[in-house]
């Protein structure tokens, strides 16, 4: 694969680092703040009702704008005792403004308030969706889940969102308390990008 520029479509800086360090050897990785044509487009308004359309919204938007080929990520937690919430509202579930805090503070709230307080009642898992486009038009779409559980309180530094209340299966530690490389080994994230490499690799872009 030759180094193309490759825009992720997002402005959240945990998920560019996460993605740029898997990319990096492929692709010089920007994001969409590099690029002074962003500041034109408001706020991308994510108004789908799956991961799959917020991202196709993200992909499609910014790259009517930006040059380069775009890769746009929407992605989230689903908890199985809340009926897959907070799914596509992950990012500002704790209300707006957003935080990691209050999210985080609500989503053990709200597992509380609907009784689900063993390993078993709180089973989960993180989803993510990439959408790769150029020019207005979607190229390809990789999708990746991992599941595990939520925990009763927050532990470890790492990571970002929800990752010190989520233990993936058959791990121990929370996504906060493992290393980025370990993460992304097993996580929605990486393995969706693991599918974006693959496929870039069979079909090599212009
Ligand atoms: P998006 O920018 O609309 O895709 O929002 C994604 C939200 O889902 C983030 O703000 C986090 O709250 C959560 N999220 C997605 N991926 C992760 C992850 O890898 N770790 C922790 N939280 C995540």
Redo the contacts with the bound molecule.
């Keep these: 694969m030759s180094q193309k520029t490759l825009c992720i479509a ?1 402005r ?1 800086q945990h998920k560019t680092q996460e993605i740029a360090s898997v990319l990096a050897a492929y692709w010089v990785v920007k994001c969409s703040a590099d690029y002074p044509e962003m500041e034109q487009l408001e706020d991308i308004e ?1 108004t789908g009702d799956s991961f799959q359309a ?1 991202a196709t919204i993200k992909a499609i938007a910014t790259s009517q704008i930006v040059p380069d080929y775009v890769l746009a ?5 689903e908890c199985d005792a809340l009926d897959g919430a907070p799914g596509v509202f ?2 500002r579930y704790g209300g707006i403004p957003s935080s ?1 805090e209050k ?1 985080n503070a609500k989503l053990l709230q709200e597992l509380a308030r609907v009784g689900a307080m063993t390993p078993e009642q709180r089973g989960a898992r ?1 989803r ?1 969706v990439l959408v790769l486009a150029k020019g207005g038009e979607v190229l390809a779409t990789f999708d990746g889940a991992c599941e595990g559980k939520i925990i009763l309180e927050p532990r470890g530094l790492h ?5 010190p209340l989520f233990v993936p299966r058959t791990y121990t530690r929370t ?1 906060a308390q493992l290393t980025e490389k370990t993460k992304t080994s097993l ?3 990486g393995l969706a990008l693991k599918k974006f490499i693959e496929w870039c690799q069979a079909n090599p872009l212009e």
Excluded: M, P
Aim: charged fraction near 20%.
């Design positions: 997002t959240n994510e917020n990520d929407d992605s989230g937690l992950s990012a990691a999210n993180f993510c990571g970002f969102g929800y990752d996504f996580s929605h994230r």
